[in-house]
Structures are given as C-alpha cells and as structure tokens.
C-alpha cells in the first residue's frame, strides 16, 4: 500500500494558494485550483524548474515553468507546450477528517 503523507488542514490551503512538501527525495507542490486539490512533483521535466514558482493558472489549472514558460495541466502532469515534453508525476490527494492527504509511492 503507498503511504499517505499529511499535508494540512483544508481550511490552510484556500483556493488560488499552494504549498511545498518533501518527502524522502520528492518535492511535491500542492495545488488549491478553485477548490480542486491536486499535486504535482514539484521538478519541471525539461530542466528542473521549481513549478511552484511559476505562475498558476487557476481556472484552467496549469501551472507555466518559470525557467522556459512550458507549462503543464496541473490534473495530469502532461505538457501543454514546449520545450517540455515529457510528463511530470502527479499524486492522488484525498480527503480525511479534514486533513489533505497525498498518496505517494
Ligand atoms: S526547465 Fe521548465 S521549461 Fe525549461
């Protein structure tokens, strides 16, 4: 079975906001798309930009890497345009007792 790991209470991660963790050698971004949670490993597949600090587009749900402008569909993990081409992993996020829950592998 993957762990679950805790991320917060969902009243701390309102729409449009987002956070870092990292776990073992992953660093995931957690997404509030208007209230659509979802995670994304936190490392662009062109080049290693940090897509959390790139700029999200909530109600499309894409995030744009801050280092070449790829930008990538926050649901799947796929690419919208290049230079990246290669998915990014995304991670199932639950809901329990009020805390945000993301499943790793
Ligand atoms: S590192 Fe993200 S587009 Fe190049």
Redesign the pocket.
Same mark, same amino acid.
């Given at each position: 079975m993957s762990p679950l790991i805790d991320i917060c209470p969902v009243s701390e991660l309102p729409p449009g906001q987002h956070r870092l963790v990292e776990w073992e050698d992953l660093e995931i971004g957690i997404f509030n798309c208007d209230g659509e949670l979802l995670a994304i490993e936190d490392r662009?597949s %062109?080049?290693?930009?940090v897509l959390l600090e790139g700029e999200v587009d909530a109600a499309a749900c894409t995030v744009e890497?801050p280092? %070449?402008?790829?930008k990538f569909d926050l649901r799947t993990g796929k690419p919208l345009n290049l230079?990246?081409y290669v998915p990014v992993d995304t991670f199932p996020v639950s809901i329990e007792d009020d805390m945000i829950r993301v499943e790793v592998d």
């Open positions: 662009c %062109h080049d290693n930009g890497c280092r %070449h402008g790829a230079p990246a």
